[in-house]
């Protein structure tokens, strides 16, 4: 372009043009030469730091205003008694999908049935789907239910938990399916394990157990059975998937245990009478000491973290360890169900429904009355909607 601008003053004479606006025109092709002072500069500089600054602001304040949807209790709060709180981690559950574990105080229902919510509707109800169960004796209804789900928050899992009661069966439009669904009342409490991730029992009578402390003369991940020296047998006081305590009735023998030591163990599940299918009964486990405190009577209670669970290899009769997975201790988690779920029988004094007995004469079922029949509820309609 520079170069027909030069090129323009030899043909002026040939087609007679304005040599005073070609000038004109020949000045706007070249460069202005314009130049940026220092104060421009630090200008544009300052106003991309503030861009930037302002950009980090908005980004710390997005979730934190995100979360006023849906906000959680308080960190240091375990008991949580506000109706909106409670609406807002009830909401939150059903967004992201969270699977209800569902208990029925009653013997009839054995299982823990895993089901989804789908939200709180306009009758104040918390919908759940329950379509998944095809039994069609099972009738949720009219019954003390326990619910209990996990969320994560920062990255942290929450354990939650609430008792309510079931209203009624329907039906609800799910993906344009009408699924089938009960009513739940919205629970007035909810707790929170905050500082636990698991379901810890304490384990009594009939289903107590003994944890031997164990001693390897050799190896580290694979230990051959003969090569345990077993140390000293202690009384389980309470056992989750993620650990157990124990009560130490030796105190000399206690004080050889410190804090951060590693050990080894073995205990062995009680099954008589709990609703349990396919699990091992026998336990090895390596454990990080994380408490060993001096109780009252005499007593050491030593906590146990697991940190390795031991699979018995038959033919080369050892042991094998291996890190933990959230899946290494699924069968005791299975096990610990099966025993809260023989607590709320025993507490509940329900016996499971009785079935249609045919009679081997006939072809008509037997007409069997159930030992605790149904009261009819009256309920007064809900005008807070």
């Not at 031991?310 to 988690?333: H, I, Q, Y």
Request: net charge positive; proline share 5%.
């Amino acid at each position: 372009m520079s170069l027909m601008a030069n090129q323009l003053p030899d043909l002026v004479p040939l087609i007679g043009v304005d040599r005073v606006f070609l000038e004109r025109v020949k000045g706007g092709f070249q460069s202005s030469g314009t130049t940026w002072g220092i104060q421009e500069v630090l200008l544009i500089l300052g106003i991309l730091v503030g861009s930037m600054v302002i950009f980090l602001i908005l980004r710390r304040l997005i979730p934190f205003l995100n979360l006023q949807k849906y906000q959680l209790a308080k960190t240091g709060i375990d008991r949580i008694e506000s109706p909106r709180q409670i609406r807002r981690i009830i909401n939150r559950s059903a967004d992201l999908r969270a699977i209800y574990n569902m208990e029925v105080f009653d013997k009839a229902y054995l299982e823990i049935y895993n089901c989804m919510p789908i939200g709180l509707n306009k009758s104040n109800e918390l919908e759940i789907d329950i379509s998944a169960f095809k039994d069609i004796n099972l009738d949720f209804r009219d019954k003390s239910v326990m619910v209990s789900f996990r969320m994560s928050r920062r990255g942290k899992q929450e354990f939650y938990q609430f008792e309510t009661r079931s209203l009624y069966l329907d039906t609800t439009d799910i993906r344009g399916l009408k699924e089938r669904s009960i009513r739940l009342e919205i629970p007035q409490v909810i707790t929170r394990g905050q500082k636990r991730r698991h379901v810890r029992i304490e384990p009594r009578g009939d289903y107590s157990f003994v944890v031997s402390l164990l001693r390897p003369t050799q190896g580290e991940d694979q230990i051959p059975i003969n090569a345990f020296k077993r140390v000293c047998d202690t009384t389980i006081d309470n056992i989750s998937t993620g650990g157990l305590s124990t009560l130490l009735r030796d105190d000399r023998l206690a004080q050889k245990y410190h804090l951060d030591d590693l050990v080894y163990g073995y205990f062995k599940l009680p099954t008589k009478d709990l609703s349990v299918q396919n699990i091992p009964t026998n336990y090895f486990f390596k454990a990080k000491i994380i408490s060993n405190e001096t109780l009252n009577q005499g007593e050491n209670l030593m906590k146990l973290m697991f940190i390795e669970r031991g699979r018995l290899v038959s033919e080369s009769k050892s042991v094998f360890f291996r890190p933990l997975s959230w899946a290494s201790f699924e069968d005791l988690s299975l096990w610990i169900q099966a025993y809260q779920r023989k607590l709320l029988q025993e507490d509940s004094g329900t016996v499971r429904r009785p079935v249609n007995v045919r009679n081997i004469y006939t072809s008509e079922p037997l007409e069997v009355q159930p030992k605790y029949p149904r009261q009819p509820l009256s309920r007064e309609p809900d005008d807070s909607a």
